[in-house]
């Protein structure tokens, strides 16, 4: 059984532990306030966007666009949206279960080419032996418009020239501070966001002005980087929100664990006292007789 002076710095060293969890659950949970605000404000944009290219989609002038055509041959493309770092639940492990589904689907990684954003996602797939095609690391925290261009842009260029016949995206979709949810989202060709929708007839009779393939020209790839700046705004805040959580259910069990030890201390006292005591009635009475 562990002494009584053992148990105390067990209990110090919890309560150390302690401090630094509600430390990090109170620092994630101000970053995710300011994540939020920015996500929310960005999902009208991007959801605006998605409509206007729909709209014009299914009008009769629609141009041919590398963006918009799909790919013959090449091998599909799998993009993982991964944090730096960990202390966040399952945050990285469902989805790296996800893309790792993806894989197998493909038959394996013969079948398709990864981009990693994220030092997680990339020391996973090196463990597992297996080299992305492109990595990223060191976004999250300084996160802005700049690297979504940075990575639509490789994408675009890559896709144009008829390296992959599609793109998928993977990452953590934020629910609430409590749920996030791993999706899988189609990026390009950007037809396929159509889906087979029916447009109403008026939709057919848009005049353009510009011309219908300047606006492709313009739009297409803005609605590329703007799905990704979205799925970056997306998993920062579903992977704050996860360590939120995370350290809050650390901490909790951390009190926990100290009652525990301090109640096993405080019998380990009174258990000595009690001892004292039987010695030293023992021996009075030894001296009695």
Not at 49 to 59: G, K, S
Request: hydrophobic letters at 40%.
């Amino acid at each position: 059984m562990p002494s009584i002076r053992q148990l105390r710095e067990r209990i110090k060293s919890v309560k150390n532990i302690q401090q630094i969890t509600r430390a990090m659950k109170m620092v994630a949970s101000a970053r995710l306030r300011r994540a939020q605000k920015q996500l929310l404000e960005t999902r009208p944009y991007a959801g605006r966007i998605t409509t206007i290219i729909e709209h014009i989609a299914e009008c009769p002038e629609e141009a041919a666009h590398p963006l918009l055509s799909t790919n013959e041959a090449g091998r599909s493309a799998l993009v993982v949206l991964t944090s730096d770092k960990g202390l966040c639940a399952g945050f990285n492990a469902q989805l790296l279960q996800k893309a790792g589904g993806s894989l197998l689907a493909q038959s394996g990684s013969s079948g398709i080419e990864l981009l990693v954003l994220g030092r997680k996602g990339i020391d996973f797939f090196r463990r597992n032996r297996i080299k992305p095609f492109r990595e990223w690391a060191g976004f999250w925290q300084e996160l802005s418009w700049h690297h979504a261009d940075l990575v639509g842009q490789e994408l675009i260029d890559a896709y144009s020239a008829k390296r992959w016949r599609q793109v998928t995206l993977v990452y953590n979709q934020f629910k609430s501070a409590l749920i996030q949810e791993v999706v899988e989202q189609r990026l390009l060709p950007v037809q396929d966001l159509r889906g087979g929708k029916q447009k109403a007839d008026t939709l057919r009779d848009y005049e353009f002005e510009p011309s219908a393939p300047e606006i492709y020209a313009l739009l297409l790839p803005r609605y590329v980087k703007m799905s990704i700046w979205r799925a970056l705004l997306e998993s920062k805040a579903a992977e704050l929100a996860a360590r939120m959580q995370a350290m809050g259910n650390a901490t909790d069990s951390a009190g926990e664990m100290i009652a525990d030890v301090t109640l096993q201390m405080n019998r380990a006292r009174q258990a000595g006292i009690t001892r004292e005591i039987s010695e030293l009635v023992g021996s009075a009475e030894a001296v009695n007789i």
